[in-house]
């Protein structure tokens, strides 16, 4: 048996990193506080995540309980839209994603690495400075007796896998890069509201002008969620429901959509930011999933992210026989590349380019006036772009420098763009 870890944590990243050390023989320790609620952000997956369901051998069980999701949409007010299909990018990995009950995917995890034999305390973990000057951070006595350890026994390694509680960086007062955006974000389960979908699962982002909207199809329900400037939506009124409400009405695609709309659930509320720690590991602790770093959810990558991390982290530290801090620098490193690049592709959505550019392919279509060289260019700027939203290409270079190239050279009319440009702080009518 190698060393103990203790994971803080078992949401989706801490769950899965300890079943992927317990193969390696850790003895894993995973704390929980169990805070799972009826409605939770995360339903939507994207297909990168298929070989990490793969790995921990849930894919059928995740199926029974999703939606398969085939693809994704982007919607401008108005009309111009671009549908992804999974299954097009390329026959050599899996073409489809699900659509999930989240608290339940979370469940399901949990007791995937339960029944694996892995440990969990059913506790908020407390962590403390370390007093033995060979770790950064401990479990505290409470905490580690919860486990049945001793200051003798402390695990050789914490996990912060607490999510955006970032428990450890707290508490050592690592500071953090922001990105931009300072959003709220509304969402509920809904019967009788409709999502033009082209196929199964489809997943339906709208811009809407002051922010963006979805429409997830689950199992049994459609999920619609708006994710607006924070200080807009306290203009939009005064409790959740009310935003909602107010965001829905004010687009003319989801108020039509919505028309016979019935809450099958209250409305659940979540702050919207970006942030990267500007440091994700110490003496004895490193961090993983949300609790290092998040990306704004758009393009769904958060659990995807917290699957990745995990799996890289395994891969390139706690594989190793002796963890080196060079290590854990590279997993750092590699973690901040993903970040940098789902930032850079997400803002092509923001800054209007990406809408810009379909409404321009549409123009071409419609007039006939597309040469040979057109065609093959759109072509390749497609499957770019749809291989980077489905995870499996987002870091490549080629894909990035596609789409970088035709943002720059292709697209001429900046009317076009700034007129599909999502921008913070204007609301509907105020401009
Ligand atoms: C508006 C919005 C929409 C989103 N939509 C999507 C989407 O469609 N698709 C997608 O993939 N992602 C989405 N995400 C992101 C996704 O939810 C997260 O990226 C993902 O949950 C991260 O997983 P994690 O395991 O790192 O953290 P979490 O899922 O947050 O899990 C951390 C766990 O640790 C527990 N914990 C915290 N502190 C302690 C402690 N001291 N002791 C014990 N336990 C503790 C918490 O209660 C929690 O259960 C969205 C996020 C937002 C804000």
Request: hydrophobic content about 40%; proline content about 4%.
């Amino acid at each position: 048996m190698r060393d103990t870890v203790a994971i803080i944590g078992a949401g989706p990243a801490g769950s899965a990193l300890a079943c992927f050390l317990q193969e390696r023989g850790y003895r894993c320790i995973v704390y929980s506080n169990l805070k799972t609620i009826d409605l939770m952000v995360g339903e939507s997956l994207i297909s990168a995540v298929i070989p990490h369901l793969q790995r921990l051998g849930i894919e059928d069980e995740v199926a029974q309980i999703s939606e398969l999701k085939l693809g994704a949409g982007f919607r401008h007010g108005d009309g111009t839209r671009v549908d992804f299909r999974f299954p097009d990018f390329g026959a050599r990995r899996p073409g489809r994603a699900y659509n999930i009950p989240r608290p339940a995917f979370d469940n399901l995890l949990r007791d995937h690495a339960r029944a694996r034999g892995i440990t969990f305390v059913d506790e908020q973990a407390k962590l403390e400075p370390g007093t033995d000057g060979e770790r950064e951070v401990q479990l505290s006595d409470a905490s580690l007796a919860q486990a049945g350890l001793t200051r003798a026994t402390q695990p050789a390694w914490i996990v912060d896998a607490s999510g955006r509680a970032r428990s450890v960086s707290r508490l050592l007062d690592i500071p953090a890069r922001r990105g931009g955006r300072n959003d709220a974000a509304y969402f509920a389960h809904f019967s009788g509201f409709e999502a033009p979908t082209a196929f199964q699962g489809q997943v339906l982002l709208t811009a809407l002008d002051q922010g963006w909207s979805w429409q997830i199809p689950l199992r049994d329900c459609l999920s619609v969620g708006v994710v607006v400037d924070a200080g807009i939506a306290r203009q939009l009124g005064s409790s959740p429901r009310e935003r909602l409400e107010a965001a829905i009405e004010s687009s003319p695609l989801l108020r039509v959509e919505g028309a016979r709309r019935q809450y099958l659930t209250d409305v659940a509320t979540y702050a919207n930011y970006q942030l990267i720690s500007e440091r994700g590991f110490g003496p004895g602790w490193v961090a993983v999933g949300d609790a290092l770093g998040f990306v704004d959810p758009m393009l769904s990558p958060g659990v995807f992210m917290a699957l990745e991390a995990a799996a890289t982290l395994d891969h390139m530290v706690f594989r190793r026989s002796r963890i080196e801090t060079a290590q854990l620098q590279a997993y750092y490193d590699t973690m901040q590349d993903w970040h940098r690049a789902w930032t850079t592709l997400i803002n092509y959505f923001y800054n209007g380019q990406l809408l810009g550019m379909a409404e321009q392919r549409n123009n071409m279509m419609r007039e006939g006036s597309a040469n040979l060289f057109g065609k093959l260019a759109e072509k390749m700027v497609s499957g770019a772009l749809a291989g980077m939203t489905t995870g499996y290409k987002t870091r490549s270079a080629l894909s990035q420098g596609i789409l970088r190239h035709s943002c720059d050279h292709m697209l001429k009319d900046q009317e076009v763009i700034d007129a599909r440009r999502i921008r913070p702080g204007v609301f509907v009518g105020q401009n």
